[in-house]
Structures are given as C-alpha cells and as structure tokens.
Nanobody, 127 residues
Framework: QVELVESGGGSVQAGGSLRLSCAPS????????MAWFRQAPGKEREGVAG???????VYADSVKGRFTISEDNTRTTLYLLMNNLKPEDTATYFC?????????????????????WGQGTQVTVSS
C-alpha cells in the first residue's frame, strides 16, 4: 500500500515563502506521476501543480510564476516551493500519486487521475 506523508506547512505573512515536502513509501511502482492539490474551507479540492514520469510539469494559472514543483534525483521526495504567498493560498495542501507514468495536459490537475493521497498539511497566509 502506498503511503504519502506531507510536511512543511505553517503560517506565514503575505509575501512569504514555504516549502512543502512529500515522501511516498511502500510504492510498488517503478514510475509514476505526482501532484499537489489544495482545499480551502467550503471549496472543492483543486490542482496546484503536477509532474509526470517524463518530467513534464503543469501548473494552475493561479500559482504560475510563484510556485515550483520538483523532485529529488531518486524521485523519493516531492517538493512544492511557494513564493510570494497570498491570503488566497490559505488551504490544506495534499500530495497525490498516480500509477500513470505519462499524462495528458488535461489530466495533471484532476483529482480523478490520482489513486493515492496524503493526509494534508495546513498552509495559512495572513495579510
């Protein structure tokens, strides 16, 4: 069973930065795709950024130029560097993993693409 554990959330002021980490364990797949999602209270879960096995990356328009998704060389840890944070970025952030190696652009930020989810880490941005 694949388990995903997020870390790195916290509280910052607007304009600040945070880096989230996600470490998959028990992963039976040689190759896979991963992504970050977020969910604010009363809102649906939305895709933030995704990366597939080929290294193709897709960002939500709302975070382009501010957030960067990356992996370490062995693909054992997924990161999300968040710069210039805004109050509207406040949400619980989730790491997700799909057993699909390559994704169509339309698939990267859809919840239905991913089979495994972490428990989430809270990010709070104050104005």
């Amino acid at each position: 069973q694949v388990e995903l554990v997020e870390s790195g959330g916290g509280s910052v002021q607007a304009g600040g930065s945070l880096r989230l980490s996600c470490a998959p364990s028990g992963n039976p797949y040689v190759a896979y795709s991963m992504a970050w999602f977020r969910q604010a209270p009363g809102k649906e879960r939305e895709g933030v950024a995704g990366i597939d096995n080929a290294g193709v990356i897709v960002y939500a328009d709302s975070v382009k130029g501010r957030f960067t998704i990356s992996e370490d060389n062995t693909r054992t840890t997924l990161y999300l560097l968040m710069n210039n944070l805004k109050p509207e970025d406040t949400a619980t952030y989730f790491c997700a993993l799909s057993d699909r190696k390559w994704l169509l652009e339309s698939q990267f930020l859809k919840t239905s693409t991913y089979q495994y989810w972490g428990q989430g880490t809270q990010v709070t941005v104050s104005s």
